[in-house]
């Protein structure tokens, strides 16, 4: 599903590719060592900025060039391409209640097993992360008994070996890494790139593995994404989320160039929401070689994918965690209660991808 990392001429990179290179993060090479690395800038000027055209759209009527007022009743301006139908942009339409909540939630509820994450194949289950991290706690694999008795089926699955992890105390965490592997939680957390809700994706097969243990998507949830889902569907009829990927970001990180084509309905919308640091997504055709067309995803953001935008290659190359650009000071003081300290510290250099599919 995600496009392969592979370096090469540029010759000989598709459109989509080189657009990606050009966006992504890149440091300026630095002789010395004592001075922080610094980002190579990037001209962003030709960056769709949706909240700056609802801006000048609710002002005087005025769109750019290839970009369509969609009329549809809803209670905040939609806007759509000219050349991309079924793609839907629905700028700031999530309060800053909702962009809290839906951050807390795909930080602790929605990694915990039996949804699955990217760290299921290496450490089975983890339960409990955000807690373990906020902490101190760090990951201790156990020493293996090898009686073969003393066998907790549930502690082995996803890597189908009888390594167990467990979160332990700092301090005896030390102890016991003399002999044994450890990991902090904290780092985890760091390294956590996505989860599933509903029926799980299987990443390696690249299909949904419908035999999987799962949580139902949460009622409120389902019906957030009804209700965004609703301009991009026939009259008269609902979406009904039934999967979700949650995809976290950290600086640096990257969602390559893919398509979403393991829905068996296409003509249903992909609700796909922004949480945390802005971002530059990348929108291109039914084919790597069409140049794509990027824009602006803030925290509130929503985005439609329907109809004939469900075969366009799309993608994120690049996150924002500078205070200037990262655009999160109201999500910010949101979570300035000391007890949201851990919410805050990640939130900042963070973004989250919440992708409801039926
Ligand atoms: C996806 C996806 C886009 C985003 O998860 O399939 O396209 O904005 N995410 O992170
Ligand atoms: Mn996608």
């Known amino acids: 599903m995600y496009g392969s990392d592979r370096a090469?001429?540029?010759?000989e990179l598709t459109a989509f590719r080189k657009t990606e290179?050009?966006?992504?993060?890149y440091y300026e090479n630095s002789k010395s060592t004592k001075k922080k690395k610094q980002p190579k800038q990037v001209d962003l000027s030709e960056v769709l900025d949706f909240k700056s055209i609802s801006e000048s759209f609710n002002q005087n009527g005025e769109l750019p060039p290839g970009v369509v007022h969609v009329n549809c009743g809803f209670d905040r301006p939609i806007f759509g391409l000219e050349n991309r139908p079924g793609f839907y942009f629905i700028p700031g339409s999530l309060t800053l209640d909702e962009q809290c909540t839906w951050i807390r939630e795909s930080l602790t509820n929605f990694p915990q097993p039996p949804n699955r994450t990217n760290h299921n194949v290496i450490y089975g289950?983890?339960?409990?992360?955000?807690?373990?991290?906020?902490?101190?706690?760090?990951?201790?694999?156990?020493?293996?008994?090898?009686?073969?008795?003393?066998?907790?089926?549930s502690a082995s699955v996803g890597n189908g070996d009888s390594h167990r992890w467990k979160f332990y105390e700092e301090d005896i965490a030390r102890a016991r890494g003399k002999t044994c592997k450890t990991v902090p939680a904290s780092v985890l957390l760091r390294k956590l790139r996505w989860s599933?809700?509903?029926?799980?994706?299987?990443?390696?097969?690249?299909?949904?593995?419908?035999?999987?243990?799962?949580?139902?998507?949460?009622?409120?949830?389902?019906?957030?994404?009804?209700?965004?889902?609703?301009?991009?569907?026939?009259?008269?009829?609902?979406?009904?989320?039934?999967a979700?990927?949650?995809?976290?970001?950290?600086?640096?990180?990257?969602?390559?160039?893919?398509?979403?084509?393991?829905?068996?309905?296409?003509?249903?919308?992909?609700?796909?929401?922004?949480?945390?640091?802005?971002?530059?997504?990348?929108l291109g055709g039914k084919s790597r070689?069409?140049?794509?067309?990027?824009?602006?995803?803030?925290?509130?953001?929503?985005?439609?994918?329907?109809?004939?935008?469900?075969?366009?290659f799309h993608g994120v190359p690049r996150i924002f965690t500078d205070e200037e650009n990262a655009e999160i000071t109201p999500l910010e003081l949101r979570f300035s209660?000391?007890?949201?300290?851990?919410?805050?510290?990640?939130?900042?250099?963070s973004r989250i991808n919440i992708n409801i599919r039926q």
């Open 8 to 11: 090469g001429d540029d010759a």
């Open 21 to 25: 290179k050009k966006y992504k993060l």
């Open 125 to 153: 289950p983890i339960s409990n992360l955000f807690v373990a991290a906020k902490e101190g706690k760090v990951f201790v694999e156990e020493e293996r008994s090898d009686n073969g008795l003393d066998s907790e089926p």
């Open 196 to 242: 599933t809700l509903g029926l799980q994706f299987d990443w390696s097969n690249r299909n949904y593995a419908v035999s999987l243990p799962h949580n139902k998507i949460p009622n409120a949830l389902c019906r957030l994404a009804k209700r965004m889902a609703e301009p991009a569907m026939p009259i008269g009829e609902e979406f009904r989320p039934e």
């Open 244 to 282: 979700a990927i949650v995809n976290y970001f950290g600086s640096g990180d990257t969602l390559g160039g893919h398509l979403d084509d393991m829905e068996a309905d296409w003509s249903k919308p992909i609700v796909s929401m922004s949480f945390g640091c802005k971002a530059i997504f990348l």
């Open 289 to 312: 070689q069409d140049e794509p067309l990027a824009m602006f995803l803030r925290s509130g953001d929503v985005l439609l994918m329907a109809g004939e935008a469900r075969e366009c």
């Open 337 to 349: 209660d000391e007890d949201d300290r851990c919410f805050l510290d990640y939130i900042r250099t």
